[in-house]
């Protein structure tokens, strides 16, 4: 998490701040870069291929802490900004139903990067849209990376970015990671999602009144024991689907 200033979001310069201390648990080192971004997506949607493509040479492979998981994290450079990129395991949902959607869910929710760059194929959006929705339902820093754009070409398909990103709330980029194409698109709308130039409002699901307001009575309960969560309300629905895991991770 950045810390704001009058001219926007400056580096991880807070050693106190409760999300530094989560990333730092989670084996995250900031002194080297200035904003973290995390890479989601399903499997297969080329995720690996956007951060390879982003990275370079710069990156290192290891295990998340006290996990069997593997875990890449490298970086890159825009605009004389320092951007550190993790890749998050390949997922098709967020419920914590396997380690690798735990590890995933607890760094987007406890760690709060700076964005959250989702990986979906351009061929099988509706199937890769499940896991963005969960995405956004947590955080509003959310960009959609349409991949594969050239395979959806050569099976008759197309994409209107334009479209996905207003019935979304959030920007659409288009790209061809194995070859380049829309990459540097992708960085500088990474940096104007974090510094603010684009705005973000994602979709939000409408829930019978019951529901809310249950959900509006654990919300102020979560953000009273957990203060620094971005969204106590998602909490507050895992919670009411009788999620465990999120209910060890909170205490």
Not at 14 to 23: D, K, V, Y
Not at 137 to 156: F, H, P, Q, Y
Request: proline share 5%; net charge negative; glycine share 8%.
């Amino acid at each position: 998490m950045t810390v704001k200033s009058a001219t926007g979001p400056t580096a991880h310069d807070c050693t106190t701040c409760p999300a530094r201390s989560e990333l730092e648990q989670m084996g995250i080192r900031l002194e080297a870069w200035d904003y973290v971004v995390a890479l989601a997506g399903n499997p297969n949607t080329g995720k690996s291929s956007v951060f390879n493509a982003l990275t370079g040479l710069k990156q290192h492979v290891g295990n998340w802490p006290g996990k069997t998981v593997s875990r890449a994290e490298g970086g890159f450079r825009f605009n004389g900004k320092r951007y550190k990129l993790v890749d998050l395991p390949g997922t098709y949902s967020l419920l914590s139903a396997s380690e690798d959607e735990e590890i995933s869910r607890n760094f987007i929710l406890f760690g709060q990067p700076d964005c959250i760059i989702v990986v979906v194929d351009a061929t099988a959006l509706e199937r890769n849209l499940n896991l963005a929705l969960q995405v956004m339902e947590i955080t509003s820093k959310v960009v959609l990376c349409v991949n594969l754009l050239d395979e959806a070409k050569r099976k008759g398909i197309e994409v209107d970015l334009r479209s996905l990103s207003r019935d979304l709330g959030v920007p659409c980029v288009g790209t061809v990671a194995r070859t380049g194409e829309g990459l540097g698109e992708l960085m500088r709308v990474v940096s104007d999602v974090i510094f603010g130039e684009i705005s973000t409002k994602p979709i939000q699901t409408e829930v019978p009144p019951e529901i809310e307001n249950a959900v509006q009575e654990l919300e102020g309960m979560i953000t009273e024991l957990a203060p620094g969560l971005p969204n106590a309300r998602w909490v507050a629905y895992r919670l009411l689907d009788g999620d465990l895991r999120i209910r060890q991770a909170l205490l």
